[in-house]
């Protein structure tokens, strides 16, 4: 699975392109291409390490992936509604907002 393209990602490469370089071959060319997982699969738990980390950047990309991967937005509703009680209530709803914001980008798109 290549890495998507951004100007974000565009713009980190030229200050860190070994770092880029090493998600590139290792998260996306490696990890993602495992066959034990489905990418959809993957992505329900990128999305919930993410949230239970509190790591909102990243979240926003691996919701927007999830949702090409598969996942349905009531599913990513669904695996946050339930970390609320695993990863802590202040996680659940700063996910919530990240969810609604990548939901709303979406819509523009359509």
């Not at 713009?11 to 860190?16: G, N």
């Not at 991967?69 to 509703?77: F, I, K, M, P």
């Amino acid at each position: 699975m290549a890495a998507p393209p951004s100007a974000r990602r565009d713009r980190l490469k030229a200050q860190f392109p070994k770092l880029v370089e090493m998600t590139n071959t290792y998260v996306y060319g490696d990890l993602w291409e495992r066959e034990q997982l489905s990418k959809r699969d993957r992505s329900m738990v990128t999305i919930a390490a993410l949230v239970a980390l509190g790591w909102k950047d990243q979240l926003e990309s691996h919701i927007g992936r999830g949702l090409g991967n598969g996942l349905t937005r009531e599913e990513v509703s669904e695996i946050i509604t339930h970390l609320s009680m695993y990863a802590g209530w202040p996680a659940a709803m700063t996910a919530s907002h990240v969810a609604v914001d990548v939901f709303e980008a979406e819509d523009k798109k359509a």
